[in-house]
């Protein structure tokens, strides 16, 4: 039945071809001028005019300070998360102590809580710890979640044995060091997992700082570019071209981290 | 298993049976760590959603005093054609992206689960667009179904068909918006559906060869029925975004929703009456119905698909 196998193969190459074609379809129109773009019919290869789009963009968005913005919010909100998830996920795998069963039903109970409904009253709060426009606003409510203290947990419960807890404990480790010789290098890849996927989630997050951020000298990459596209819409190759530099660093990111990442998402799914 | 003992109090016992029980205190190293969370929890999620249910029932533009109001903003809802065509449209187009979403991956999944080779490959390919920004998707979904040099008109020129105003017509934004999400979603839900066939044990696969069940039939027979819970995860998932969707509306056509205000959803008449025209007590009864929204539909979903008892 070798036709069988063929067609399995191009349906699943069409799938992959489409979800891979707004890259190059993008990059095409990024290196075209906006009347190439408007030519019919379309133009499939690439042109020269990448340069000066990219001109074109940094003239009219302040594209680096973006892109510094999002870097410091992203690479802050991985780090704290990282370190506040596992600390309590460590605690709650390993550890029995008073009020630890209701803690954690709360815990799960937060993940029903729509976040994005309260962004009234969380702007309030904003303004009065004097935090509107600044990129407080965007790293501090995200430095801990219940999904990665959820997950860690499972992770620690399953690869971390009591008695390497106990053995460590018996030689005069304390509750940080067991923390820090045991839990944190068995949880390698469960924390590669999860610091790529706050990295990718805040790096794409639009809702909130589209809010916070009001001052418009100083925004995150995604408010910048929804700004460029709104004020210059009909430029569209500039456009484009600025939808091409948001997007690039994060695919290259998470290529180069895909395999783990992926099997990572796939485990919390199937044990959630 | 959990250990009892593992960190020894170090503070001498203060209670009279502190012998048997320690005191709460000698604990305070695990709480230390929980607090974070419960700390950021308390500020920045209960009470935001906490303050929105009571600003629900209050009138306030930001400024001024708050007054209660009693159901008032709900009466005013309940008159309000423009919440209800929002309404109508995010449940619209919530079947009209899940619905594809879901049976694409499942089939795509089956397939790349019978498939030997690429598979890595294949997943990699998948899975990106969900990583992808929302606002650039969405900006790239724009373009290509833009009236002017869209590549969806360039093709029906092409094919010698009429041409449509995509943007510019109600069910063509919908179908843009919906199209965006399926392209976002699919790949995604396919890999969470292979890990789940991935799961299931072979024994069962074979028996049904050996009783001569074709393959529709074992799909049906034991794929399916073992690919519940994954499958209850996937549209419970689905419901919670779907249901909350802004960015690919927002970017796509912009805060008013488009022509007709077709493209106009529950979170985005949200953002407007909050931020725009300052009516926060009457943004809150809308955020109040939305959460109402999303847990009824939840609720719906574990109902027909039967979620396993868990503790």
Redesign the interface.
Known sequence: MRWR?LV??G??AI??I???F??Y??LV?ATNSTSD??????KFTFGSQFDDNVRAVLENVAFFQSMGNTLVVAVSTTALVLF??S??A???A?????GRNV?FV??LA?M???????????F??MAAFGWVGSLKALI??A????FG?FWLRQYFQNSIH?EL??AA?LDGC???G?YRHVALPSARPALAFLGIFTF?AS??D??WPL?VLTNPDHLT??VA??SL??SHGVD?SM??TG??M??VP??IV??IF??Q??KG???G??R? | MTLTAAAPPKQAPRTANAGRRRSIWSYWRFYLALSPFYLIFLVFGLYPVASTILLAFQKWDGLGPRTMVGFQNFGFLIEDSTFWLALWNTIVLFFMSTMPTLAIAMALAVMLHSAVRLKGVYRIAYFIPNITSLVAAAIFFAAVFSTNFGLINAALRGLGLPTEDWLGEPWGIKIAISTMIVWQWTGYNTIIYLAGLQAIPTEQYEAAKMDGAGPLRTFFSITLPQLRPVVLFTVIMSTIGGLQTFTEPQVMVGNNGGTGQSGMTVVMYFYNQAFFNNDYGYAGAIALSIFVLVLLFTAINWKLLGGRGRS
């Not at chain 1, 773009?37 to 379309?42: D, H």
């Not at chain 1, 029903?112 to 969380?122: F, R, W, Y």
């Open positions: 196998g399995l193969h349906l699943l799938a992959g489409l979800c891979l707004p890259f379809w993008t129109m773009i408007y030519r019919f019919p379309p506040f998830d600390l309590a460590f605690t709650f390993k550890f029995r102590f008073p803690l709360i815990l937060t029903l809580l729509p976040a994005q409904l309260g962004a009234v009253p969380q309030q709060t501090i409510p430095a801990a979640n219940a203290i009591d807890v106990e404990t304390g509750f940080l067991v990718v790096w794409n639009y809702f809010i990459l995604q570019l929804s596209n709104r569209y456009v484009m939808a091409l948001a997007m994060l695919i998470f290529t895909a395999r990442f992926i998402a796939t485990e799914a199937i959630g």
